[in-house]
């Protein structure tokens, strides 16, 4: 057990010693005392002397007296615990807490004494006698920690108090509204970004507005997949990495340290897995979310319970809303594949199936939409050729 010292520091274990021996042999002593008085009262009262052998008598006096001592002991440890407690508080508290603390102390002890007044000047027999000065000290000693504690639990409120003279209900107020204002928001989850939303470009866009927020991340795997993509044989392939290392070099520029390049190392990754089950345990491992146009590799993550940010998902859930009976002027570019239906494309990319315009490709026509289906690939626009076409 350490006892604080202003310094910060606390006393040597001699000077502990030397202080906790002769306290805890004087509430041993001091409870063992009551007790003794206490069983000899209890002995002396008609109803315990006629069910109490008198043989037995010192025995149950000696017996309250030990109850006593670990009473006393026990009420000695709890007292010394809330003044260590308290005496650590001031210690580390600034000059104004320490002023308050004792402000506090001393009007418990004025307020204990008043308690105490009644019992000082109150005729009591001879025996009971031992009893009055350890109840006058205790109920001080009580008084007074618990007038300290009282004033160090309003230290903010007696502090805007006394700087500012405003009353209690105005401090309580501001200090509940700085608390609330100063509150830590939790951390925002990174967005591990895979090769295909990086090709696509999208995601600069939607970055930008502010619809995505955190750190962009790119494993290292996943840029060494770009350069791979940028350098194939392959002329579409190569042009689709390009494009890739050009919008990332983009969103470094514009996004500055919010895109960040992790190298495998860094995370504890297997060689053997492929791209995307890495995807999915660098996200886990970051407690991060996946940020992808890869239908495959969403499902993957969703079985992992690793939160995925689908951008066609997104594109298509802002597409707007067609209502039954709408007319749309949209050219007809091919024949469906049903007998008698033509397909077109509003400029958000949905597809419209124009029933009994099979025999319009080529031509602009006013259709009229009958429904819409939700399908993986996106929403589908149903519609027929509206009157007079």
Same mark, same amino acid.
């Given at each position: 057990?350490?006892?604080?010292?202003?310094?910060?520091?606390?006393?040597?274990?001699?000077?502990?010693?030397?202080?906790?021996?002769?306290? *805890? /042999? &004087?509430?041993?002593? !001091?409870? $063992?005392?009551?007790?003794?008085?206490?069983?000899?009262? %209890?002995?002396? #009262?008609?109803?315990?002397?006629?069910?109490?052998?008198?043989?037995?008598?010192?025995?149950?006096?000696?017996?309250?007296?030990?109850?006593?001592?670990?009473?006393?002991?026990?009420?000695?440890?709890?007292?010394?615990?809330?003044?260590?407690?308290?005496?650590?508080?001031?210690?580390?508290?600034?000059?104004?807490?320490?002023?308050?603390?004792?402000?506090?102390?001393?009007?418990?002890?004025?307020?204990?004494?008043?308690?105490?007044?009644?019992?000082?000047?109150?005729?009591?027999?001879?025996?009971?006698?031992?009893?009055?000065?350890?109840?006058?000290?205790?109920?001080?000693?009580?008084?007074?920690?618990?007038?300290?504690?009282?004033?160090?639990?309003?230290?903010?409120?007696?502090?805007? *108090? /006394? &700087?500012?003279?405003? !009353?209690? $209900?105005?401090?309580?107020?501001?200090?509940?509204?700085? %608390?609330?204002? #100063?509150?830590?928001?939790?951390?925002?989850?990174?967005?591990?970004?895979?090769?295909?939303?990086?090709?696509?470009?999208?995601?600069?866009?939607?970055?930008?507005?502010?619809?995505?927020?955190?750190?962009?991340?790119?494993?290292?795997?996943?840029?060494?997949?770009?350069?791979?993509?940028?350098?194939?044989?392959?002329?579409?392939?190569?042009?689709?990495?390009?494009?890739?290392?050009?919008?990332?070099?983009?969103?470094?520029?514009?996004?500055?340290?919010?895109?960040?390049?992790?190298?495998?190392?860094?995370?504890?990754?297997?060689?053997?897995?492929?791209?995307?089950?890495?995807?999915?345990?660098?996200?886990?491992?970051?407690?991060?979310?996946?940020?992808?146009?890869?239908?495959?590799?969403?499902?993957?993550?969703?079985?992992?319970?690793?939160?995925?940010?689908?951008?066609?998902?997104?594109?298509?859930?802002?597409?707007?809303?067609?209502?039954?009976?709408?007319?749309?002027?949209?050219?007809?570019?091919?024949?469906?594949?049903?007998?008698?239906?033509?397909?077109?494309?509003?400029?958000?990319?949905?597809?419209?199936?124009?029933?009994?315009?099979?025999?319009?490709?080529?031509?602009?026509?006013?259709?009229?939409?009958?429904?819409?289906?939700?399908?993986?690939?996106?929403?589908?626009?149903?519609?027929?050729?509206?009157?007079?076409?």
């Amino acid at each position: 057990m350490e006892v604080p010292t202003p310094s910060g520091g606390s006393l040597p274990r001699r000077g502990v010693l030397a202080f906790l021996v002769p306290y *805890f /042999l &004087a509430a041993a002593g !001091g409870g $063992g005392l009551l007790g003794h008085q206490a069983g000899r009262l %209890a002995a002396s #009262t008609d109803v315990v002397a006629r069910a109490l052998d008198p043989a037995l008598e010192p025995w149950f006096i000696y017996g309250m007296a030990a109850i006593g001592v670990m009473t006393g002991v026990l009420v000695a440890e709890m007292l010394l615990q809330a003044f260590l407690r308290t005496l650590g508080r001031i210690v580390s508290a600034q000059p104004l807490d320490r002023a308050i603390g004792a402000a506090g102390l001393m009007l418990g002890v004025l307020i204990g004494s008043a308690i105490c007044v009644p019992f000082a000047i109150a005729s009591i027999g001879s025996q009971a006698s031992v009893f009055r000065p350890l109840l006058i000290v205790g109920i001080l000693g009580m008084a007074g920690i618990i007038g300290m504690l009282f004033a160090l639990g309003l230290r903010e409120e007696l502090s805007q *108090f /006394l &700087a500012t003279g405003r !009353g209690v $209900g105005a401090g309580v107020i501001e200090v509940a509204a700085q %608390a609330e204002g #100063t509150r830590a928001q939790p951390p925002i989850p990174p967005k591990i970004l895979d090769t295909s939303v990086i090709i696509d470009g999208r995601i600069a866009s939607v970055r930008e507005t502010g619809f995505i927020e955190g750190e962009l991340i790119i494993p290292s795997f996943v840029l060494s997949e770009l350069q791979h993509i940028a350098d194939s044989a392959d002329p579409q392939r190569r042009k689709r990495g390009r494009r890739g290392l050009i919008m990332l070099n983009k969103m470094q520029k514009d996004f500055g340290d919010d895109v960040r390049v992790i190298n495998e190392t860094e995370l504890d990754l297997s060689d053997t897995d492929e791209v995307d089950i890495r995807l999915v345990h660098t996200a886990k491992q970051m407690g991060g979310a996946v940020v992808t146009n890869d239908f495959n590799l969403s499902k993957v993550a969703e079985l992992h319970g690793v939160q995925v940010l689908n951008v066609n998902e997104l594109a298509n859930a802002l597409k707007p809303v067609l209502l039954h009976g709408e007319d749309l002027r949209i050219s007809v570019v091919k024949v469906g594949r049903e007998a008698g239906q033509g397909v077109g494309y509003l400029e958000d990319g949905t597809m419209v199936v124009i029933e009994g315009a099979a025999d319009r490709v080529g031509d602009e026509v006013w259709a009229s939409v009958t429904s819409m289906i939700q399908t993986v690939a996106g929403k589908m626009v149903f519609a027929s050729l509206a009157e007079g076409e």
